[in-house]
């Protein structure tokens, strides 16, 4: 649940990052930094290190998680994306995440956690059912095709991780894993942003807040969970995230949250209780 709160601060935080910062120049910098400060913890606590053919899986796992799943939600709330819309097209990466771990991983479910899986997903399209109503003007397509890439990058990145980083250690896996998000985010920065930020009190809040409290404790609890529990389990808790990112907007800015959102909350909970009981 500490996850699942950290986590869904990140569109609260995109959207101040992107006022004043290109979204892929921001996130290189952001994980950039998060790496060099976690390489740093690791060699004072002299945890190990990966073995090179973990830390190639490891570069995988992080550039599909980190690089083109950030990366995609921060272009499409830089091209406009509603929040709840964005929420609509995240919500389906658990069930992304389930149907292909039964497949890839022989990740097996009961048939009540298949039950919550879409009980969460049609939880998640009741919370942001009103946000997704009010924006009649439409959503640029390169907005879509950003947030589609982005449920494609955390499924695929969230099966690889679990299927070869199970036993890595923490610590240097993520470093292994911002290292390439880093490389891959910055040369698309140079090449399609110029490398575009300014570093207004927007911009360096976003930035100290992405880095330590999503970056760093959000991503390593996460990891921690994926070395415990299957992929299908880990993915169905971003079934609460866009609930309350919409309770945070309700708060933060003001936006309108009725009852057919807390109605869509509570059935979100109930299927995320259903996947992550014990089969």
């Given at each position: 649940m500490v996850f699942v709160l950290l986590w869904s601060t990140g569109f609260i935080a995109a959207h101040y990052a992107t006022r004043d910062?290109?979204?892929?120049?921001?996130?290189?910098?952001?994980?950039?930094?998060?790496?060099?400060?976690?390489?740093?913890?690791?060699?004072?606590?002299?945890?190990?290190?990966?073995?090179?053919?973990?830390?190639r899986w490891l570069m995988v796992s992080g550039i599909g998680m980190h690089a083109i799943y950030l990366g995609g939600v921060f272009i499409?709330?830089?091209?406009?994306?509603?929040?709840?819309?964005?929420?609509?097209?995240a919500g389906l990466h658990p069930v992304v995440t389930a149907f292909l771990g039964r497949s890839l991983l022989d990740e097996r479910l009961a048939r009540v956690q298949w039950l919550g899986i879409f009980l969460g997903l049609a939880g998640v399209i009741v919370v942001v059912l009103e946000k997704v109503l009010a924006h009649s003007s439409g959503v640029a397509a390169g907005a879509l095709l950003a947030s589609s890439l982005s449920v494609l990058g955390m499924s695929g990145g969230t099966l690889v991780q679990r299927r070869h980083g199970a036993s890595v250690p923490l610590l240097w896996?993520?470093?292994?894993?911002?290292?390439?998000?880093?490389?891959?985010?910055?040369?698309?920065?140079?090449?399609?942003e110029d490398f575009r930020?300014?570093?207004?009190?927007?911009?360096?809040?976003?930035l100290v807040w992405s880095t330590l409290v999503l970056s760093i404790g959000a991503v390593l609890i996460m990891l921690w969970l994926l070395q415990h529990q299957a992929a299908a389990k880990v993915s169905s808790l971003f079934f609460l995230t866009p609930a309350l990112s919409a309770l945070e907007g309700a708060i933060l800015f003001h936006e309108h949250l009725g009852v057919l959102a807390f109605v869509g909350f509570g059935v979100a909970v109930t299927g995320v209780a259903l996947v992550t009981r014990a089969s």
């Open positions: 910062a290109a979204p892929l120049t921001f996130l290189a910098v952001r994980l950039g930094a998060a790496g060099a400060l976690l390489a740093v913890i690791a060699s004072v606590l002299r945890v190990p290190r990966p073995r090179l053919a973990e830390a499409a709330i830089h091209l406009g994306m509603p929040s709840g819309v964005g929420a609509v097209i896996g993520t470093v292994a894993q911002y290292a390439a998000s880093t490389v891959v985010l910055a040369v698309a920065g140079v090449v399609f930020i300014s570093f207004t009190a927007s911009t360096v809040f976003a």
